[in-house]
């Protein structure tokens, strides 16, 4: 314990001794280190954000169809209203917000112009925290209950059909027994969204409305969900299949990761790129302190001589060279990661891609990115470099211990 | 003499100056890969979404890219085509004719987009007629052919097979009702959902009479070997799309958030790379000023001998330029010979097929090399370890013979 103190007291002076090296050596370490944590944490905002772009455009965390829509969104594929025990279940702590959808392909015609897209009938109410419906209103109003009048369109469907507020579109769609049906709608609002894509997809109508348009009493085409904590969608899976099984109802249950692929690939490659990215600046670190330790212990090989004469063991010296490289290191490592977190926590409020916002929407992420400190990946990377620097001292360390004493008090500069 | 000294100077540490030269090689080598990775994924990424449908360039009626609507239509001067063809690099000239209808099968009714195309040309611009599942494509342009090719899952969605009659209804260009009663001859499956849910093709001509558009289209697409030579013929484009009052479109125009996504990437790798080189820099700073350093007492005694402080400075200079130099030619040596080895078997992408599809991206990527990838990278880090090493040259200047003599 005593020699443990002498050890690091002497590693902590040979560090000052030369001060400008060691200066250097921690900025070589810090900006690897900054760079590193600053970059994950972005590329783990844009990940969050085409997550939370995909979960909010309609799918939650998970939704529940009849056997075959997924496939062919079509209105032969409904299911009823949940009945009492799966309403309980849904109603329970777990979730934070669900709602009942009918969603069919239609027509939609303007005086002027007609386009394809999808109608979907929402219970307005319901679909606050679920989906990004009730805040994208720009223009006009949401609707109030579920029988309200009126359609919702996208700004870049309106400007399509060079429709606008209050005027009149018709919608055409195929009912239960193949017939088309048509109804004329008066534009009630009109929803601007960071992905223009979905604004030319989705028209919205209330809920009773499609009902009795297509004539499907209270049938539905999905229910949707989030959760409050992502961690519990399996279990909570699990229960409703059960209650689903229990009592003979085939039902197509699917979290977002089955809905979404694509969302699911690109976390996977986010993590993925990390890791990797972590390693590759690693490297670099290490040729850094390697030589910088390498000629620290070249340019001692007197001292170390002096030492060993003294009678100091050779594994002590081993030991205080490993002491110093963890100092050098961990100053590194330390003064690298806290200026990483005040920059994440600096573009907390939001960071926008301005310019750049449309490349990002078209891969899905949105226009602000918003970086969070992540603790255990910032930890992550910060003890990695750390211990594998101490690891890559190993080498200049025993180098020193090796010397001989005699030769090396005499060697001349 | 003294590029000499300097030469054996380097090697009084020959450790040292292979560590220093192997971390600028290793940060060269990345930084010529990686950027040639990410020309290559550009060029690909634009060229197969550009192949999907849109071609190299368009000629269109000036508006109808903000508004495609069926009126917005250009009929075509005789020497239109021909002028277009006697441009350099344009190889494929195709005509298109685009409406949105309602397709109805015996059972079910679906809104789709028809596109009428001349079926010889369209496999040049547009991957639907290489990508047929069922049947075969379109035969002929011929208004008498009442041939359509369907998207597979609007085919799916229909109920409608090879063989089988459908009844397309829409408005006609002069606001008629555009109805015909088409056979479907082939089903195609590209794998972008919005061309397999959403996509119809039948002949152009049977379009034009269908939707009443005289000799009207609504978009010439064209197309050449690769889109770079390409790209060096848009001036002639558009000169002969003035000519004739109408508008020219190019890859950035019909693809407007591709470009913005390339920056994106561009510019969210460029603090990576700044991070990189400022690591090597630094390692290098602190290699050099050590050698100086731990050399003061050789140096006051060189300066005691007369050689002047400029004549050390020099050596330090020549002595960083040989650690430089043999690092950034181990660099791009190494950057080269993986890039190539990558740029002939590719990396495959097993997991992530998907998301690479979705974007018209083939599963394997395949970095490009070129002057610019090759040099760019090592010559960044070689001028930021020159402009780090004036630190330590300033330190000579401040030398003075006799202390330095005697510092341990």
Same mark, same amino acid.
Request: proline residues 4%.
């Given at each position: 314990?005593?020699?443990?103190?002498?050890?690091?007291?002497?590693?902590?002076?040979?560090?000052?001794?030369?001060?400008?090296?060691?200066?250097?050596?921690?900025?070589?370490?810090?900006?690897?280190?900054?760079?590193?944590?600053?970059?994950?944490?972005?590329?783990?905002?844009?990940?969050?954000?085409?997550?939370?772009?995909?979960?909010? +455009?309609?799918?939650?965390?998970?939704?529940?169809?009849?056997?075959?829509?997924?496939?062919?969104?079509?209105?032969?594929?409904?299911?009823?209203?949940?009945?009492?025990?799966?309403?309980?279940?849904?109603?329970?702590?777990?979730?934070?917000?669900?709602?009942? &959808?009918?969603?069919?392909?239609?027509?939609?015609?303007?005086?002027?112009?007609?386009?394809?897209?999808?109608?979907?009938?929402?219970?307005?109410?319901?679909?606050?925290?679920?989906?990004?419906?009730?805040?994208?209103?720009?223009?006009?109003?949401? #609707?109030?209950?579920?029988?309200?009048?009126?359609?919702?369109?996208?700004?870049?469907?309106?400007? &399509?059909?060079?429709?606008? !507020?209050?005027?009149?579109?018709?919608?055409?769609?195929?009912?239960?027994?193949?017939?088309?049906?048509?109804?004329?709608?008066?534009?009630?609002?009109?929803?601007?969204?960071?992905?223009?894509?979905?604004?030319?997809?989705?028209? #919205?109508?209330?809920?009773?409305?499609?009902?009795?348009?297509?004539?499907?009493?209270?049938?539905?085409?999905?229910?949707?969900?989030?959760?409050?904590?992502?961690?519990?969608?399996?279990?909570?899976?699990? &229960?409703?299949?059960?209650?689903?099984?229990?009592?003979?109802?085939?039902?197509?249950?699917?979290?977002?990761?089955?809905?979404?692929?694509?969302?699911?690939?690109?976390?996977?490659?986010?993590?993925?790129?990390?890791? !990797?990215?972590?390693?590759?600046?690693?490297?670099?670190?290490?040729?850094?302190?390697?030589?910088?330790?390498?000629?620290?212990?070249?340019?001692?090989?007197?001292?170390?001589?002096?030492?060993?004469?003294?009678?100091?063991?050779?594994?002590?010296?081993?030991?205080?060279?490993?002491?110093?490289?963890? #100092? !050098?290191?961990?100053?590194?490592?330390?003064?690298?990661?806290?200026?990483?977190?005040? +920059?994440?926590?600096?573009?907390?409020?939001?960071?926008?891609?301005?310019?750049?916002?449309?490349?990002?929407?078209?891969?899905?992420?949105?226009?602000?990115?918003?970086?969070?400190?992540?603790?255990?990946?910032?930890?992550?990377?910060?003890?990695?470099?750390?211990?594998?620097?101490?690891?890559?001292?190993?080498?200049?360390?025993? &180098?020193?211990?090796?010397?001989?004493?005699?030769?090396?008090?005499?060697?001349?500069? | 003499?003294?590029?000499?000294?300097?030469?054996?100077?380097?090697?009084?540490?020959?450790?040292?100056?292979?560590?220093?030269?192997?971390?600028?090689?290793?940060?060269?080598?990345?930084?010529?890969? =990686?950027?040639?990775?990410?020309?290559?994924?550009?060029?690909?990424?634009?060229?197969?979404?550009?192949?999907?449908?849109?071609?190299?360039?368009?000629? @269109?009626?000036?508006?109808?890219?903000?508004?495609?609507?069926?009126?917005?239509?250009?009929?075509?001067?005789?020497?239109?085509?021909?002028?277009?063809? %006697?441009? @350099?690099?344009?190889?494929?000239?195709?005509?298109?004719?685009?409406?949105?209808?309602?397709?109805?099968?015996?059972?079910?009714?679906?809104?789709?987009?028809?596109?009428?195309?001349?079926?010889?040309?369209?496999?040049?611009?547009?991957?639907?007629?290489?990508?047929?599942? @069922?049947?075969?494509?379109?035969?002929?342009?011929?208004?008498?052919?009442?041939?359509?090719?369907?998207?597979?899952?609007?085919?799916?969605?229909?109920?409608?097979?090879?063989?089988?009659?459908?009844?397309?209804?829409?408005?006609?260009?002069?606001?008629?009702?555009?109805?015909?009663?088409?056979?479907?001859?082939?089903?195609?499956?590209?794998?972008?959902?919005? =061309?397999?849910?959403? =996509?119809?093709?039948?002949?152009?001509?049977?379009?034009?009479? *269908?939707?009443?558009?005289?000799?009207?289209?609504?978009?010439?697409?064209?197309?050449?070997?690769?889109?770079?030579?390409? @790209?060096?013929?848009?001036?002639?484009?558009?000169?002969?799309?003035?000519?004739?009052?109408?508008?020219?479109?190019?890859?950035?125009?019909?693809?407007?958030?591709?470009?913005?996504?390339?920056?994106?990437?561009?510019?969210?790798?460029?603090?990576?790379?700044?991070?990189?080189?400022?690591?090597? *820099? /630094?390692?290098?700073?602190?290699?050099?000023?050590?050698?100086?350093?731990?050399?003061?007492?050789? /140096?006051?005694?060189?300066?005691?001998?007369? =050689?002047?402080?400029?004549?050390?400075?020099?050596?330090?200079?020549?002595?960083?330029?040989?650690?430089?130099?043999?690092?950034?030619?181990?660099?791009?040596?190494?950057?080269?010979?993986?890039?190539?080895?990558?740029?002939?078997?590719?990396?495959?992408?097993?997991?992530?097929?998907?998301?690479? $599809?979705?974007?018209?991206?083939?599963?394997?990527?395949?970095?490009?090399? %070129?002057?610019?990838?090759?040099?760019?990278?090592?010559?960044?880090?070689?001028?930021?370890?020159?402009? $780090?090493?004036?630190?330590?040259?300033?330190?000579?200047?401040?030398?003075?013979?006799?202390?330095?003599?005697?510092?341990?």
């Amino acid at each position: 314990m005593e020699k443990l103190k002498l050890f690091i007291s002497l590693s902590w002076r040979n560090l000052w001794r030369n001060y400008r090296r060691t200066l250097i050596t921690f900025s070589s370490i810090g900006v690897g280190v900054w760079a590193m944590i600053v970059l994950a944490s972005l590329m783990e905002a844009w990940a969050m954000s085409t997550f939370n772009a995909s979960i909010n +455009t309609l799918t939650g965390h998970a939704q529940i169809h009849a056997e075959k829509y997924l496939q062919d969104p079509n209105i032969e594929y409904r299911i009823d209203m949940p009945d009492e025990r799966q309403t309980d279940l849904l109603n329970s702590d777990t979730i934070k917000a669900w709602s009942v &959808r009918v969603r069919v392909p239609a027509i939609v015609q303007s005086e002027r112009d007609n386009a394809p897209l999808m109608l979907v009938g929402i219970n307005p109410q319901a679909e606050n925290n679920l989906s990004f419906i009730p805040n994208s209103i720009t223009k006009g109003a949401y #609707f109030n209950d579920v029988k309200s009048p009126g359609i919702l369109l996208g700004k870049k469907l309106a400007k &399509r059909l060079r429709t606008d !507020l209050n005027k009149r579109v018709v919608i055409l769609s195929q009912g239960p027994n193949g017939d088309i049906k048509e109804r004329g709608f008066r534009v009630n609002g009109i929803y601007e969204v960071e992905q223009e894509d979905t604004e030319s997809l989705y028209a #919205f109508i209330s809920i009773k409305n499609a009902q009795s348009m297509l004539k499907i009493d209270s049938d539905i085409s999905e229910i949707s969900f989030v959760l409050h904590d992502l961690n519990e969608l399996d279990n909570f899976l699990a &229960r409703y299949k059960e209650l689903n099984k229990l009592k003979n109802i085939k039902q197509d249950i699917k979290s977002w990761a089955e809905l979404e692929p694509l969302t699911l690939a690109l976390l996977d490659m986010t993590s993925g790129t990390i890791a !990797l990215l972590t390693v590759i600046m690693f490297i670099l670190i290490a040729f850094g302190l390697v030589n910088t330790l390498l000629m620290a212990v070249y340019e001692r090989t007197r001292e170390f001589g002096l030492l060993q004469a003294l009678g100091m063991k050779p594994t002590y010296i081993l030991y205080m060279i490993l002491i110093e490289s963890t #100092f !050098l290191m961990g100053i590194g490592v330390i003064v690298g990661t806290l200026l990483s977190l005040s +920059t994440i926590v600096y573009f907390s409020n939001g960071l926008d891609l301005g310019a750049l916002a449309e490349g990002s929407t078209m891969f899905g992420a949105g226009r602000i990115m918003y970086p969070e400190i992540n603790w255990i990946q910032s930890s992550i990377i910060a003890i990695f470099v750390w211990v594998m620097g101490i690891i890559t001292s190993l080498y200049p360390a025993w &180098r020193a211990s090796r010397e001989v004493p005699v030769e090396t008090i005499n060697k001349a500069y | 003499m003294i590029l000499e000294l300097a030469w054996r100077n380097s090697w009084r540490q020959p450790r040292r100056t292979i560590l220093s030269s192997l971390a600028i090689a290793f940060t060269s080598a990345f930084l010529i890969f =990686m950027p040639s990775l990410q020309n290559g994924s550009y060029i690909s990424m634009v060229e197969n979404t550009l192949r999907l449908f849109d071609g190299y360039a368009e000629i @269109q009626q000036p508006g109808y890219r903000d508004n495609p609507e069926i009126r917005n239509s250009l009929t075509i001067p005789d020497s239109l085509i021909s002028d277009l063809k %006697n441009i @350099q690099h344009v190889d494929t000239v195709s005509q298109r004719a685009i409406s949105f209808a309602l397709l109805a099968s015996d059972q079910r009714s679906f809104g789709a987009q028809i596109v009428g195309v001349q079926s010889d040309s369209e496999a040049l611009v547009s991957i639907i007629p290489n990508n047929i599942k @069922q049947g075969r494509f379109l035969l002929t342009d011929n208004s008498n052919t009442d041939e359509i090719v369907l998207g597979s899952v609007l085919a799916k969605n229909l109920k409608a097979s090879v063989g089988e009659k459908v009844t397309l209804l829409g408005n006609g260009r002069n606001g008629s009702l555009a109805a015909d009663s088409l056979t479907v001859v082939g089903i195609f499956s590209t794998g972008i959902s919005a =061309m397999d849910r959403l =996509m119809a093709e039948i002949p152009l001509q049977r379009f034009q009479q *269908t939707f009443s558009m005289n000799q009207h289209v609504h978009s010439i697409v064209l197309s050449g070997k690769d889109i770079s030579s390409f @790209q060096q013929s848009m001036k002639p484009i558009r000169d002969v799309a003035i000519k004739y009052k109408l508008a020219a479109l190019d890859w950035q125009q019909l693809q407007p958030g591709l470009m913005k996504g390339i920056l994106l990437d561009i510019s969210t790798s460029l603090p990576l790379y700044i991070a990189m080189v400022l690591v090597v *820099t /630094f390692s290098l700073l602190n290699s050099v000023l050590m050698s100086v350093l731990e050399r003061t007492r050789e /140096f006051g005694v060189l300066l005691s001998l007369g =050689m002047r402080p400029s004549n050390i400075a020099k050596m330090i200079w020549i002595e960083t330029i040989i650690l430089i130099i043999f690092g950034l030619l181990m660099g791009i040596a190494l950057g080269y010979a993986l890039t190539e080895y990558y740029a002939h078997v590719g990396i495959h992408f097993e997991e992530a097929q998907e998301i690479f $599809s979705e974007y018209g991206l083939p599963n394997a990527m395949y970095p490009q090399l %070129n002057w610019f990838t090759l040099l760019i990278g090592p010559s960044i880090i070689g001028l930021s370890i020159l402009v $780090s090493t004036i630190f330590p040259v300033v330190r000579i200047y401040k030398m003075q013979p006799v202390p330095a003599m005697r510092a341990v």
